[in-house]
C-alpha cells in the first residue's frame, strides 16, 4: 500500500492537468500529538472517565487528506510531497534566539510553551515539515508549476510570532511563504485569513512592512493572554510603514455564509483592488464553520465555497491566476474536512457542488453583521489613507 505522503494513481482531469490544484502533503505531520486532557489545557482533575484529545490533533488532518484523496474532489487535484524546512529558512519570519528556545524545547522531550501549545516528542519533525511544505508549495507557484497551490499542513502557524509561540503554533507556516514570495521578486503579497481566530502572528511579522497587506477575518475574541497581546481589533492597523496594512475584520459570533460573504465583498474585495498584490495568499480554517468546538461562525460549506470563489477571482484580477492556500485551524472530525472540500470546489471555480452539505442548513441573521461591517469600512476610510475612498 503506497503511503500518504506519495501521489496517487494518475487519473484524467476532466478541466486539463493546468487547471489542477496541486496539494502538498506529508504524512510526517501527523507525528505531532499535542496529548489529552480538558479540552486544550492538557490537565486531567482526576475525576473524570474520558479525557479529550487535544482538539489540534491528527485525526482532523487525516480526514482532511482522505476526502480530497477519495471524494469527487480527487480528479481536480495533484499531489506532491512536502519536506522539512532548513534552520536557515526560519530565521526570514523567525528570531534566532526563539528557533534555538524551540530546539533546546525538542532535545528536554516536551515542553508547554504556552497555554494549550504542547512540543512533545515528534512535534518538532512535524513542525520542520509543515513550514518546509508550506515552502514547496509557494515556490510551485514561483517557479511557474502551476497556478493553484494548497499547503495541507499541520500544526498550524498564523499564530506563532517572530519570537514565541502561540495557540497550537511554533513556526508561522504562511509568513514564511511570503517572505520567500517577496525574496523571490514578488514586490506586494497580500494574506487573507479566514480562521475564526485572529491571524496575529503573522500580522505582527508584518505589522511595519506596507508590501504585505494582511486582513484577518474573525470571531470577537480579543487578547487571551501573554502570548497573544493582540486583541484582533479594527484599529491595530500597522505602525510606521506598515501604518494602514493590517486590517482586522472582528465579526460577530454567527455571522454566517451570508456575513461573511457580505464582509469579502464589502471590505476585502475593495481592500485587495486597491492594493494590487502580485501574488495572493489564502489562510484557512474551518474552525469558523457550525459547531466547530473552537468557534461560533456557523459557516457552512455554501460559505466556504464562495469564499474560494471570491479569492480566485481576486487572484485572477492580481496575481495572473495564482493563489497560496495554507492550512489552519478546523477542529470538527468530519465537518472540516467537508469545509475544505468545498473551499477548494471555490478555488477550482467548478461549474456545481460535488458534495451535497451533511448540514445542509444552519439559521443565521446577517443583520447584526452588515451594521459591523459598515462600522469597520467607515474606521477604514478614516484612518487608512489608501482606503480612503472604498
Known amino acids: 500500500m503506497a503511503s500518504d505522503s506519495s501521489p496517487p494513481p494518475s487519473e484524467a482531469s476532466p478541466r486539463g492537468q493546468g487547471d489542477k490544484l496541486a496539494v502538498f502533503w506529508h504524512e510526517g505531520m501527523l507525528a505531532h500529538d499535542a496529548g489529552r486532557g480538558v479540552f486544550d489545557s492538557g490537565r486531567d482533575p482526576g475525576f473524570l472517565d474520558v479525557l479529550d484529545q487535544h482538539p489540534e490533533n491528527a485525526d482532523r488532518v487525516r480526514n482532511m487528506v482522505s476526502i480530497l484523496r477519495r471524494g469527487p474532489i480527487a480528479p481536480f487535484l495533484s499531489w506532491h510531497s512536502g519536506r522539512p ?10 528570531s534566532p534566539e526563539y528557533i534555538e528556545e524551540l530546539v533546546q524545547a525538542n532535545a528536554t522531550g516536551a515542553k508547554k510553551l504556552c ?13 520542520l515539515l509543515a513550514a518546509g511544505t508550506t515552502l514547496s508549495a509557494v515556490k510551485h507557484i ?35 511563504a511570503v517572505h520567500l514570495a517577496l525574496d523571490s521578486g514578488r514586490s506586494k503579497v497580500a494574506v487573507v485569513d479566514i480562521d475564526v481566530h485572529y491571524g496575529n502572528g ?40 506598515g501604518l ?20 469579502m465583498n464589502e471590505l476585502v474585495v475593495p481592500a485587495i483592488d486597491k492594493f494590487q498584490p502580485q501574488l495572493l495568499v489564502l ?13 461560533r461562525q456557523c459557516l457552512t460549506m455554501e460559505g466556504y465555497r464562495k469564499i474560494g470563489q471570491i479569492m480566485r477571482s481576486m487572484a485572477n484580477r492580481h496575481g495572473n491566476g495564482q ?13 472540516s474536512a467537508y469545509c475544505l472540500h468545498a473551499t477548494l470546489e471555490g478555488v477550482l471555480d467548478l461549474e456545481a457542488p460535488l458534495l451535497d452539505d451533511p448540514i445542509a442548513y444552519y439559521p443565521e441573521d446577517e443583520r447584526y453583521t452588515m451594521k459591523v461591517v459598515a462600522m469597520i469600512k467607515n474606521s477604514w476610510k478614516e484612518s487608512v489613507p489608501f482606503l480612503k475612498d472604498i
Open 283 to 295: 489562510v484557512v480554517g474551518q474552525d469558523s464553520s457550525a459547531f466547530d468546538p473552537n468557534g
Open 85 to 94: 524546512a532548513h534552520a536557515s529558512e526560519l530565521l526570514s519570519f523567525h
Open 115 to 127: 497555554e494549550g501549545t504542547f512540543l512533545n516528542p515528534g512535534s518538532w519533525g512535524a513542525a
Open 142 to 176: 514561483l517557479d511557474g508549476h502551476g497556478n493553484l497551490a494548497y499547503a495541507l499542513v499541520r500544526p498550524p502557524g498564523h499564530h506563532a510570532q517572530p519570537d514565541r509561540a502561540d495557540g497550537y503554533c511554533f513556526l508561522n507556516n504562511a509568513g514564511l
Open 244 to 263: 494602514g496594512y493590517n486590517l482586522n475584520v472582528p465579526l460577530p459570533n454567527g455571522s454566517g455564509d451570508d456575513g461573511y460573504e457580505y464582509a
Open 323 to 335: 493563489l497560496l492556500i495554507v492550512q489552519e485551524g478546523g477542529y470538527h472530525i468530519s465537518y
Open 202 to 241: 503573522t500580522a505582527e511579522g508584518f505589522y511595519r512592512a506596507d508590501n504585505v497587506l494582511t486582513i484577518s477575518l474573525h470571531m470577537m475574541h480579543g487578547s487571551w493572554g501573554p502570548s497573544h497581546p493582540q486583541s484582533g481589533s479594527v484599529d491595530e492597523i500597522g505602525e510606521g510603514q
